[in-house]
C-alpha cells in the first residue's frame, strides 16, 4: 500500500489542523495505521495508532487529549485531528503502516512523504 499524507500548514498556537493520509491498495483489518513526527534535529516519534480492523487507538502522552487519530475504511483515509496546538509539535509528519503495534519506527513500513506543520507562537 502507498501512503501520501497532507494537510500540513501554518497555524497558531492554540489551532487546529487535519491531516490526511490517503491510502492507494487495500489496508487490510490486519493493519496497524499510523502517525510519527520528526521535528529538526530530533529522531521520529510515534504520535498515534489505530487498528484499522476495530478502530482501537494508541496515543503519545505528549498528544494524548489533544489529537485525534480516526480512519474511514469506505475513503481508504487516515485522518489526525489536531486541536490545541503548541509550537512544540512542529514537525513534519508522517503515515505509515504496520502489523506490529511498536511505537518505535523499526516494524513501521509504507511511509508517506511527510507533511511539515508549523506551530507559530
Known amino acids: 500500500v502507498q501512503l501520501q499524507a497532507s494537510g500540513g500548514g501554518l497555524v497558531q498556537a492554540g489551532g487546529s489542523l487535519r491531516l490526511s493520509c490517503a491510502a492507494s491498495?487495500?489496508?487490510?483489518?490486519?493493519?496497524?495505521m499510523g502517525w510519527f513526527r520528526q521535528a529538526p534535529g530530533k529522531e521520529r516519534e510515534f504520535v498515534a495508532a489505530?487498528?484499522?480492523?476495530?478502530?482501537?487507538?494508541y496515543y503519545a502522552d505528549s498528544v494524548k487529549g489533544r489529537f485525534t487519530i480516526s480512519r474511514d475504511k469506505a475513503k481508504n483515509t487516515l485522518y489526525l485531528q489536531m486541536n490545541s496546538l503548541k509550537p512544540e509539535d512542529t514537525a513534519v509528519y508522517y503515515c505509515?503502516?504496520?502489523?506490529?503495534?511498536?511505537?518505535?519506527?523499526?516494524?513501521?513500513?509504507?511511509w508517506g512523504q511527510g507533511t511539515l506543520v508549523t506551530v507559530s507562537s
Open positions: 505509515a503502516a504496520t502489523t506490529i503495534l511498536d511505537t518505535t519506527t523499526m516494524s513501521w513500513r509504507n
Open positions: 491498495g487495500r489496508i487490510f483489518s490486519s493493519y496497524i
Open positions: 489505530i487498528r484499522w480492523g476495530t478502530g482501537i487507538t
